[in-house]
């Protein structure tokens, strides 16, 4: 069954950094695109950033381009999210998510996957 777990929020002071973790089970990960999404208190969820079973093509939103690095290991079924220059509105709940398929182009993938884990909280303080 396809499960995966997501780690490293917390608080942080505006400009900070935080590396936020995902680790997946249950199926060979390398075939797969693998994405981080949010959603802030009072929001719905929106993507973040997203990555090519390879890793070598990403995608990111607008509001953190230049500001968060994408990266994934196969090797041991992890991805991750490095986020600099964190501003206050950072702050929400951070999901890792897969999709159920394999292939496609990343922007495909803009609305959602199919699997999620139970998010990881950041807070960013001024």
């Known amino acids: 069954q396809v499960h995966v777990e997501e780690s490293g929020g917390g608080l942080v002071q505006v400009g900070g950094s935080l590396r936020l973790s995902c680790a997946a089970f249950?199926?060979?990960?390398?075939?797969?695109?693998m994405g981080w999404f949010r959603q802030a208190p009072g929001q719905e969820r929106e993507f973040v950033a997203a990555?090519?079973?390879?890793?070598?093509?990403?995608l990111y939103a607008h509001a953190v381009r230049g500001r968060v690095i994408i990266s994934r290991d196969n090797v041991r079924s992890m991805m991750y999210l490095q986020m600099n220059s964190l501003k206050p509105e950072d702050t929400a709940v951070y999901y890792c998510?897969?999709?159920?398929?394999?292939?496609?182009?990343?922007?495909?993938?803009?609305?959602?996957?199919?699997?999620w884990g139970k998010g990881t909280s950041v807070f960013v303080y001024s």
């Open positions: 998510a897969v999709p159920d398929r394999q292939g496609g182009d990343l922007v495909d993938y803009y609305g959602g996957m199919d699997y």
């Open positions: 249950g199926r060979p990960f390398s075939n797969y695109a």
């Open positions: 990555i090519s079973s390879d890793g070598e093509t990403q």
